[in-house]
């Protein structure tokens, strides 16, 4: 009874200290996060100033004048696309593939499978990159060709250039490689709140597995699986150096021909030319990276917002 007292102080004591430590930590990610883009901001300034609006909606790169011409429409342009592609492939198979791990595979190989994911998610990118080269490539050509035979008539398969190398087509695949794990490791986590009377309710009625994961499942964890794919998103526009390996650098803006090897993004662009630039070139380089990485961001707080919106709902 005498050392209550003593033990209640000591875990509040401890209490406190946890909570410091925790907030400094938070204050800490937050000011190094402000501090980045205070000097990527401080280093592009002469860029912003010198090209104004122009530098997000032009579609000139040229260091051989003085001063040069900086603007990268067609590689915000690229990113986008990039992105939305990876999204198009990753998402039906990161939310089949989470439903699976959730709801039809034995425990055994739900453990399996959930460590696979977890692993393929902690593949640097430049081995992905390499593997996109050698081994996605030749077989992305294929279908790239396939596509443009059989359904070239629509505007978004067609491929005039008669190359189907280095195209947005394969960089999507290559990003959708890498955000697979993301979205499958949220969505399944989302899925594994969903009450499981609902499931059974379902089953009862004679749903398969399909029409249950379709009005069911995806419809009350869908909160969530959209916060996913938002992380996706995020990952995918950031990616580097995996797309600058399997990515023709072209400054001509590619709206929507995911099949020609045009475009590129803002990230491989950093990559080519950092090693390379003059003093006005860098500056533009860094402006491009607070273009990304404000892009970025705002994708990113957003995706939190959704996924922590979602937990509150599903906790309730």
């Not at 067609?74 to 986008?80: D, F």
């Not at 989470?98 to 430049?126: C, G, H, N, Q, W």
């Not at 089953?203 to 996706?232: D, E, H, Q, Y």
Request: aromatic share 10%.
């Amino acid at each position: 009874m005498k050392r209550t007292p003593m033990n209640t102080r000591q875990v509040a004591k401890g209490d406190r200290a946890f909570f410091g430590i925790s907030s400094a930590a938070s204050f800490f990610t937050l000011a190094l996060v402000f501090l980045v883009l205070i000097f990527l901001s401080f280093r592009s300034w002469t860029t912003f100033a010198e090209q104004g609006i122009k530098f997000v909606t032009g579609s000139t790169w040229d260091n051989t004048t003085n001063p040069g011409t900086f603007q990268i429409l067609p590689m915000i342009v690229g990113t986008v696309l990039i992105s939305m592609v990876g999204l198009a492939i990753a998402v039906p198979a990161s939310v089949s593939v989470a439903y699976f791990i959730e709801y039809m595979a034995p425990p055994r190989i739900s453990k399996i499978a959930t460590s696979l994911i977890d692993l393929l998610a902690a593949l640097p990118s430049v081995v992905i990159g390499l593997w996109g080269m050698m081994v996605l490539v030749p077989q992305a050509s294929e279908w790239s060709g396939l596509l443009t035979q059989h359904l070239g008539f629509i505007p978004f398969f067609r491929n005039t250039s008669g190359n189907t190398l280095g195209s947005p087509f394969m960089a999507g695949w290559t990003v959708a490689i890498m955000i697979i794990p993301i979205i499958t490791s949220v969505s399944r986590e989302v899925m594994s709140r969903v009450d499981k009377e609902l499931i059974s309710a379902s089953t009862a009625l004679g749903g398969t597995n399909f029409s249950t994961m379709r009005r069911v499942v995806i419809p009350t964890a869908k909160s969530g699986i959209l916060g996913g794919i938002l992380l996706g998103l995020g990952r995918a526009l950031g990616e580097t150096v995996a797309i600058f390996f399997v990515l023709n650098l072209i400054f001509d803006t590619n709206w929507y021909h995911i099949l020609e090897p045009r475009g590129g993004s803002i990230p491989s662009l950093i990559v080519a030319k950092f090693g390379e630039t003059t003093p006005s070139e860098l500056s533009a380089l860094m402006a491009a990276g607070v273009v990304l990485f404000i892009v970025t961001l705002i994708v990113n707080m957003i995706a939190t917002s959704i996924v922590q919106r979602s937990e509150k709902r599903m906790a309730s």
